[in-house]
């Protein structure tokens, strides 16, 4: 929640990044997303959080 994972992946210069936003705000900045070359987004709702 306070700040996204960064992974890098097999493929050279290829990141995965992990992090929690609300949907509103994802519909916001998802052409933002993809004109910075992110693909294959993932969407998964939040079913239970312990903060």
Do not use: C, Y
Not at 10 to 15: I, K, Y
């Amino acid at each position: 929640m306070k700040s996204p994972t960064v992974m890098p992946l097999a493929e050279p210069g290829w990141n995965s990044v992990h992090t929690v936003i609300s949907e509103d705000r994802f519909w916001e900045i998802i052409d933002q997303l993809k004109a910075h070359g992110a693909q294959g987004i993932l969407i998964i709702p939040i079913e239970k959080m312990i903060l």
